[in-house]
């Protein structure tokens, strides 16, 4: 048993400390030593224009700014540097890969690699036959046409034809390509990738027709009326359902098997975003190593101060969606996989407008939802000589060396690192599974091109939140219980035993089910086979009535009423009109941080608990709040700090936190006590009472300001006797993004004192400042709320002098530079575009605010 217990510390020191992760698949004997608790990034070759300084320049710039691993992605090329092109898996491209690959493993970087150039799969190899296909009405049946879509954004040498993702003898025949080029390399990536599912009217392929017959048991051209039809008569539904539960088995078992087979086969992991796919996204995403989701564009978090590019166009883009994020981790909580994965902060605004302090809370928003493997949405490879703002992807957040927050980069790298080195070395512990309906969504219209649902992360308004499915995973979520979803299919790998539903990864209390009309019998008959192990399940407001299909429909329906009936008399059965009140009566409780307006997800490390809280909310400061697992300490990410909690018993013997969590923070509550399993963060003295803190007093200036390195140079120093924007203070200030250097001094109205916690608050920052008091070395400020601790040691009552560095965006300057010198602007393809997809033009912009705009306060807890 002790033996048993210091193997388990020591994996889990392993793994916190940024060792790679265990992996219950093999992995290449060639493969680097991966750090996956960085975040990594994703790394467009721009026409593969890469040379070996170039790259040993780029990934010591990564390694040193804490990165763990890149994602190359060859896309289109550069104007100008047409001799320098490297055709996709010619030998001079694959030289330069192997070359990469090797210059990693000396930096402990990891390497991923698209399987093709741009997205989605296709190229020269791909034959008219190969192609997506759709069908079309030809002499009165059903036949199927190409679509001939291109790889959109291809590299040089990785144009062509999409490859019709329904076809296993099509997708191998794409694949025999890396077979001959990538294979025999001595140096492998760590892992294949396929981007989202954007293969446009593809909803056919050249055997369909005798599949559906082979699958269905009936011929889809003798229902043609019922399948054409668009009045949404039941005949119509039903043969819609049988035709989308075709089109998902194919992608399914000629697609994503073949392509995860062959990688496996080959020494690779699996990186798969499954959404947007006209298939069960749960499914799709089970089959892959590391399902990945996406965050793209801005969510609508009422954090104060938090911004959003008025550019950004939601009723066009969307909004990321937490249910959509637990979509891709809750097969791997499902199924045991380490890793969930994340295209993080695509278009969260228009280049050279992003700010730090807006990518924390998308990121917040991920850990919450179950995802632990960040991959920022990303960086351009650049030759070290390129002028400034060097290469630049059209549809990113730029991470490259070129952005405006480079130098504070690392602070970001560190909380994500401390961050995923927890969750990563951690188990799901959610309550309830929640069954996701996938028929009743195919017996809605289909709103894609092609007439088809495609199940998008974008656009979850249109097929997920308004079904019962999504409303109720909302409201679970709202009210702080705890949740992940399963399949039909996912259904039979599940047993109950003593009360718990088990998977291969995870334990659960109840399984519950929204209300919704269709269920296979098949899935009705996995329900009974757990009801009658002991499982608790919840139906929502009804029993399903109807089974999906079009053959023998009637027989069927009666054959679901009957099994829903005999179901329902099993002694852990409920039929409910409130399913949060049905749960708290059968004891699984929500956790309080939900009804807080706190994001949360809650897991297991070594039998302890473990949550990782987040304020994205503006309800909630500081309190009392309950919580369903004893908790003994907090861990500050941000920070590295831990700190002794304060916790009481309430009457009815429950446990309670006290917890101050400012909109934009987060934290760690954990009942571990510290250990090197954890790293070695800072211990801060236990609390012994509750901290409040109020204002003590506001600073007025006068503030002498001098601006440092930036572009347009400025020099002189100016005395300002209140804050303000630079581009107020006129001439060459309206276009300067760079640093600027705050001074002033200030009193306290009294000594300070030894048991006084006191703070600094910045108010509002644009868009980093780096503090110091009387020389002490505050920190760096770069997430809302701009607050710094302020140790009474560092304070005396007069003449307390503060400095802080200032650094605002790059947009300023570019407004200037794109008037002037707008030839940067030289990508083939789409060039580089805004983000409404509008050609680039900062010249047009508004100054952005800029500096430190306060107010600027000392805070006292009492």
Not at 163 to 189: C, G, H, M, N, W
Not at 196 to 206: K, L, P, Q, R, V
Request: proline share 7%.
């Amino acid at each position: 048993m002790v033996t048993t217990r210091i193997r388990k510390k020591a994996i889990l020191f392993l793994l916190l400390s940024g060792f790679a992760f265990v992996r219950p698949f093999s992995q290449p004997l060639t493969a680097q030593p991966l750090n996956t608790a960085k975040p990594w990034t994703y790394w467009w070759w721009m026409g593969s224009a890469v040379t070996r300084e170039g790259i040993t320049y780029q990934l010591e710039q990564f390694a040193k700014a804490g990165l763990g691993g890149v994602h190359i992605i060859p896309i289109y090329g550069v104007k100008g540097y047409e001799n320098q092109f490297k055709p996709f898996l010619g030998p001079e491209w694959l030289a330069h890969f192997q070359f990469t690959v090797q210059e990693a493993k000396r930096l402990r970087l990891g390497v991923d690699l698209t399987t093709g150039t741009g997205w989605p799969f296709g190229g020269p190899n791909v034959t008219p036959a190969m192609g997506a296909k759709q069908w079309k009405l030809v002499d009165g049946k059903l036949t199927s046409v190409p679509t001939r879509q291109q790889v959109k954004r291809p590299a040089p040498g990785g144009a062509g034809l999409v490859v019709d993702p329904f076809d296993k003898q099509a997708v191998r025949q794409y694949l025999t390509r890396f077979d001959s080029t990538l294979i025999p390399l001595a140096e492998k990536p760590r892992a294949m990738y396929n981007d989202s599912y954007e293969i446009y009217g593809a909803n056919w392929t050249d055997q369909f027709l005798p599949e559906f017959r082979k699958r269905r048991g009936y011929d889809l051209n003798s229902q043609q009326a019922a399948f054409l039809d668009t009045t949404m008569a039941e005949a119509s539904v039903r043969v819609r359902q049988d035709y989308y539960q075709t089109i998902a088995e194919l992608l399914l078992d000629q697609f994503t098997t073949t392509w995860t087979g062959w990688a496996r086969q080959n020494g690779y992991l699996t990186r798969n975003q499954a959404h947007g796919s006209p298939g069960n996204l749960l499914d799709l995403y089970a089959l892959a190593d590391i399902p990945e989701t996406e965050s793209f564009g801005t969510s609508k978090f009422p954090i104060p101060g938090l911004r959003v590019d008025p550019d950004y166009e939601p009723d066009r883009f969307g909004n990321p969606s937490v249910l959509a994020m637990k979509l891709a981790s809750s097969p791997a909580h499902l199924l045991g996989k380490p890793l969930v994965s994340s295209e993080t902060t695509t278009w969260l605004a228009n280049h050279f407008k992003v700010s730090l302090s807006q990518i924390k809370p998308q990121i917040d928003e991920l850990f919450t939802a179950g995802i632990n493997h960040i991959f920022y949405h990303g960086t351009t490879y650049s030759p070290p000589g390129e002028a400034w703002p060097g290469w630049l992807f059209y549809a990113s957040t730029n991470y490259s060396p070129s952005t405006h927050f480079w130098n504070e980069y690392p602070a970001l790298n560190a909380y994500v690192e401390r961050s995923q080195a927890r969750l990563q070395a951690s188990r799901p512990d959610n309550d309830l599974l929640v069954y996701f309906p996938m028929q009743d969504i195919w017996a809605l219209p289909g709103k894609s091109q092609g007439g088809i649902q495609q199940l998008d992360v974008h656009h979850v308004e249109r097929w997920l939140s308004p079904q019962p499915f999504g409303k109720l995973c909302e409201q679970l979520r709202q009210q702080g219980f705890t949740f992940d979803a399963v399949s039909d299919a996912q259904l039979t790998g599940l047993r109950a035993v003593n009360g718990r539903i088990l998977s291969k990864g995870s334990s659960y209390r109840v399984i519950v089910v929204p209300d919704c009309r269709y269920m296979p019998e098949g899935t009705m008959q996995q329900l009974a086979r757990l009801a009658g192990q002991g499982a608790t399940i919840v139906f929502e407001k009804n029993l399903p009535q109807q089974a999906p299909g079009f053959r023998d429909a009637a027989r069927r329906n009666a054959l679901v009423k009957t099994m829903a009936q005999a179901l329902a008399k099993r002694p852990g059965v409920r039929v409910a009109a409130d399913v949060p009140a049905t749960l708290t009566g059968l004891k699984v409780l929500p956790e309080a941080l939900g009804a807080n307006g706190l994001s949360f997800i809650r897991k297991k490390a070594d039998d302890a608990a473990l949550y990782f809280v987040a304020n994205l909310n503006n309800r909630f400061t500081e309190g009392w709040v309950p919580i369903n697992r004893p908790v003994s300490q907090r861990f500050d990410p941000l920070t590295n700090k831990t700190e002794m909690l304060i916790t009481r018993k309430t009457p009815d013997r429950s446990d309670e936190v006290w917890l101050r969590l400012l909109p934009g923070q987060s934290c760690f509550l954990s009942s571990l006590v510290s250990t090197d399993a954890w790293g070695t963060p800072e211990i801060l003295p236990k609390v012994q009472k509750t901290t409040t803190f109020r204002p003590l007093i506001q600073l007025s200036g006068p503030w002498s300001l001098s601006f440092g390195a930036g572009r347009p140079a400025l020099s002189g120093t100016r005395s300002l006797a209140q804050l303000t924007s630079w581009p107020a203070l006129g001439d060459s200030a309206v276009y300067f993004s760079g640093k600027a250097m705050y001074t002033t001094t200030f009193d306290l109205p009294a000594a300070p004192q030894a048991k006084t916690i006191y703070r600094l608050d910045l108010g509002d920052v644009r868009e980093t400042a780096r503090v110091w008091i009387n020389g002490h070395d505050a920190g760096l400020a770069w997430s809302i709320p701009f607050e710094l601790e302020i140790p009474a040691g560092w304070l005396k009552q007069t003449g307390n002098q503060l400095k802080i560095e200032v650094t605002n965006l790059s947009a300023n300057y570019m407004r200037l530079r794109d008037k002037q010198q707008p030839a940067w602007k030289k990508f083939y393809d789409i060039n580089i575009v805004d983000i409404t997809y509008k050609p680039f033009d900062a010249a047009r912009w508004e100054p952005m605010p800029s500096g430190l705009l306060g107010p600027v306060r000392v805070l006292a807890n009492e």
